[in-house]
Structures are given as C-alpha cells and as structure tokens.
C-alpha cells in the first residue's frame, strides 16, 4: 500500500516539490556557511520524494544550542512559509475521504520543515 501510495504522490505533485527542496539545498551549500540548512533540504527533499511509510523521529542526543539556533534561523528565513503551505495543503486535501493519507503526510513534511535540525527520517 505505501507503494502505491508513493507511486501517487510523486505524480501528483511529490516531484516537483522534491526538486524545488534539493535545488534549494543545492543553492545554499554552494555558499559555506548555508551547508547546514542545505543539508536540512536533501533531508525534507527525500521525505517530500517517498514519504509513505516512513516517519519522523527526534534524534537521540541530538539537542543542544547549535540545533535549537539553527532551528530559529530556519523557522524565520523559509520554515514559517513552508509548514504554512504543507498546512494549507493538508487542509485541502482532508476535505475529501480519499485525500486523507495525503493531508497525513503533509502534516509529517509540516512537522519536519517547520524545524527541521535533530530530526531523523526513518
């Protein structure tokens, strides 16, 4: 079921958005100090490309000052914005019975993009 799922998303849109995040990824680490928050983008842009069956996690050991500044940064130079459109997006789609398991991953891609350092995808 989480293939076909898959199979669903990417044609419907899970592509585009996976390409949009790893362009966004690229553009920020080819300056030095972007190759954190660009890392972040290959990592949402993985979970944007197949998100059915996977999850996210909190990573042992992974908090401290650096995530939690790093998190800031991104909450208010991109995160509000996209956690607002995957929201927006889930809203929509929760509307009809069968856009249900998508508006459920969008909330997943939400939680993620809204903060997205000591986090894992598993």
Known sequence: MNFIGNILWVIFGGFFSAVG?????????FTFIGIPWGIQCFK??????????????????????LNLFCNIVWLFTGGLWT?????????????????IPFAKQHI?????????????VI
């Open 83 to 99: 956690a607002a459109v995957h929201l927006g997006f889930a809203i929509i789609l929760a509307i009809t019975v069968i856009g």
């Open 21 to 29: 995040y790893f362009f966004g990824g690229l553009l920020l680490c």
């Open 44 to 65: 949402i842009a993985g979970l944007v490309l197949m998100p059915f069956g996977r999850r996210v996690v909190s990573s042992p050991g992974g908090s401290g000052c």
């Open 108 to 120: 997943k891609l939400m939680e993620l993009s809204l903060m997205p350092f000591g986090k894992e």
